[in-house]
Nanobody
Framework: QEQLVESGGGLVQPGGSLGLSCAAP????????MGWYRQAPGKQRELVAV???????NYADSVKGRFTISREKSKNTVLLQMNSLKPEDTAVYYC?????????WGKGTLVTVSS
């Protein structure tokens, strides 16, 4: 059973913006640390940004100042707003929910930054 459902990937030009969303069941969204990870071709999956149930955030150095993670509580959704996109941001982006070592993953959504 799919727990996390991502949407919003696509093709964007360098310098452009794109938003991703991840819908989760309320039981997960309300207490889990929610986050976004990405995996580029030939590379390991890496952390992009995380947000706690209380709203504290943490970002990878490579995206600080460009990406913003947020929670939309009314929709049990985690958002990732990506601005000033670069070709090196091209990857499959995965939504993650983590609590006490229990992990849920979405299927991933492809973001391609290219002219």
């Amino acid at each position: 059973q799919e727990q996390l459902v991502e949407s919003g990937g696509g093709l964007v030009q360098p310098g452009g913006s794109l938003g991703l969303s991840c819908a989760a069941p309320r039981s997960i969204f309300s207490i889990y640390v929610m986050g976004w990870y990405r995996q580029a071709p030939g590379k390991q999956r890496e952390l992009v940004a995380v947000i706690t149930s209380g709203g504290s955030t943490n970002y990878a150095d490579s995206v600080k100042g460009r990406f913003t993670i947020s929670r939309e509580k009314s929709k049990n959704t985690v958002l990732l707003q990506m601005n000033s996109l670069k070709p090196e941001d091209t990857a499959v982006y995965y939504c993650n929910a983590n609590w006490g070592g229990i992990n849920y993953w979405g299927k991933g959504t492809l973001v391609t930054v290219s002219s």
